[in-house]
């Protein structure tokens, strides 16, 4: 067959036929093919000399730790700062009262 700019084309190949994809046919068709053993899991260790899993848990918990220290200090500032807010109403009550008497 000659193309729309003077070259041979290739012969096209012929489409696959097509499969039924229904539940029933999905789950006869695993039954006429063998499956495939499974992959074994490689553990990176192996190969890396380091276990990345561990190494990403230290990571997280780590950051979890600086994280409650932030919260932890951020509550300690707001207890003082209410409790020096309490402090100066307080004096400032027992002022107007020992003003009045």
Known sequence: MIGP??????????L?????QSTR???LRGTIQSQLPG???YD???LMGTNQRAIEAAR????MRI?????????M??????REIDNRAQSLAQRRRAWWR
């Not at 997280?60 to 950051?63: D, F, K, L, T």
């Not at 994280?67 to 509550?75: H, P, S, V, Y």
């Open 60 to 63: 997280y918990a780590e950051a």
């Open 5 to 14: 700019y003077g070259g041979m084309l290739p012969e096209i190949p012929e």
């Open 25 to 27: 046919a999905l789950r």
């Open 39 to 41: 992959i074994q899991q």
């Open 16 to 20: 696959p036929e097509i499969q039924e």
């Open 44 to 46: 990176t260790q192996a």
């Open 77 to 82: 500032i707001a207890t003082a700062r209410a």
């Open 67 to 75: 994280a409650f220290e932030i919260t932890r200090r951020q509550k």
